[in-house]
């Protein structure tokens, strides 16, 4: 069995893109010094994030899936797998995706589903989750408030993804902020969220996260890798960094779900009746 060297970022970004691909060109180049094979960005590397959550921010400038900024994301990436987020333009909607390459070209995309507050005065909402093959195995990928629902990566590992990666632009509270960013409850539950989804689907969880801020928004950063058993092998805490962990992927899953197999002990005609819920 081989092991896989994989990081998660936390860093600043913001509308100026050039400055994010100098910025992620660097990430990429100290990565693959330190012999990383999957790097995990934040959400909306690529042209920052929204100056607020009030529905009445300027949006980053958007970027189409097979254009040349992601072509540019994808030769940085050389033989590296990078996820990186950006405002996707398509059919003339925009969407807050995520993107995975390779020097080969995009492996995977995927639209945020679930959008927060007002959210959705920027973006459309995406409408599926699905994993993917890569060099690294077989990845899965869900932006920011994504992670806050069970369904999203439970859908993710039984589509088969071994290791999902979650890229956020999590910010801290804004109705009780705390002085000490690290006691925030914001950041206790992006943390909590982290854990319980790489926990209870057995799988490798990297989180990455904008970190400093943005607008009205203060980022808790905490950028990680959680391991099958829900625990936190690596984390920058609530600063700008990179979380780097080594984990035999496959043999970390098989040790995870040898005796309590989660996805295989499912009683699924027991749920039912969720599926058809509506609230």
């Given amino acids: 069995m081989s092991k896989l060297r994989m990081a ?4 600043p970004f913001d509308r100026d893109l050039e400055a994010a691909f100098v910025r992620i060109s660097r990430l990429i180049d100290g990565a693959r010094a330190d012999g990383v094979g999957l790097l995990a960005l934040p959400e ?7 100056a607020n959550l009030d529905g009445d921010a300027d949006g980053p400038p958007a970027l189409a899936l097979d254009g040349p900024e992601i072509r540019r994301l994808a030769a940085l990436a050389g033989d590296m797998v990078v996820t990186a987020g950006y405002c996707e333009e398509a059919d003339g909607f925009r969407y807050n995706s995520a993107v995975c390459v390779h020097g080969d070209g995009v492996l995977g995309n995927h639209r945020k589903v679930h959008q927060p507050l007002s959210e959705d005065a920027t973006y459309r909402a995406g409408d599926a989750f699905a994993a ?3 060099p690294v195995g077989r990845l899965g990928m869900m932006i920011c408030y994504d992670k806050a629902f069970p369904e999203s990566a439970r859908t993710l590992a039984l589509d088969g993804a071994e290791i999902v990666v979650c ?4 910010p801290g509270s804004r109705t009780s902020p705390a002085a000490d960013l690290a006691q925030d409850r914001w950041k206790r539950r992006f943390d909590l969220f982290d854990r319980a989804r790489a926990l209870e689907n057995q799988i490798v969880w ?4 904008q970190s400093g801020t943005f607008g009205d928004l203060r980022f808790v950063a905490s950028a990680k890798v959680v391991d099958p058993g829900g625990e936190i092998v690596a984390d920058t805490g609530v600063a700008e960094g990179v979380a780097v962990a080594e984990l035999d992927v496959r043999q970390a899953l098989d040790t995870a779900r040898r005796s309590m197999g989660h996805l295989r002990d499912r009683r699924p005609e027991a749920y039912e009746d969720l599926l058809a819920a509506r609230y």
């Fill in 167 to 170: 890229l956020s632009a999590w």
């Fill in 132 to 134: 993917f093959d890569t």
């Fill in 44 to 50: 909306a590397c690529l042209g920052g994030y929204l």
């Fill in 206 to 209: 990297l989180s990455a996260n």
């Fill in 8 to 11: 998660a970022v936390a860093a």
